[in-house]
């Protein structure tokens, strides 16, 4: 009986010891893991201590690209106005630069490729 007490004790000892040395490796993970988390924060902080200052002039310069794009689309709608004014003066004093064609009926077109074949050269 005592040898049987003896031995479950050994073998409680044993599996307790597997334990805590399973214990001592995931101490050992958390640590590593604590220390790597904590450089991490520590670079982030670094890096992103000026970044309200940063956002703002973003802010600031995404503003003022929007009133230039603003201004540019008022500039562009006024080119476009003064290019169909201009094509309309030039075609007040010289005619349509290239004549728009109109739709021809078949007979229309077969007339119009008579009038090509008898024309004189």
Known sequence: MLIMVITFNIALAVLCLGVARKLHRMKQSLKRATCWLTQAERNTH???????????????????????????????????????????LQWINHGPICPIPKRLSVSGKERLAKNIKHEPN
């Open 46 to 88: 670094i890096i992103l201590h000026s970044a309200p200052s940063s956002i703002l002039l973003g802010q600031i310069g995404a503003q003022y690209g929007k009133k230039q794009l603003i201004g540019l689309s008022q500039l562009q709608q006024q080119f476009v106005r003064l290019a169909a004014l201009l094509q309309l």
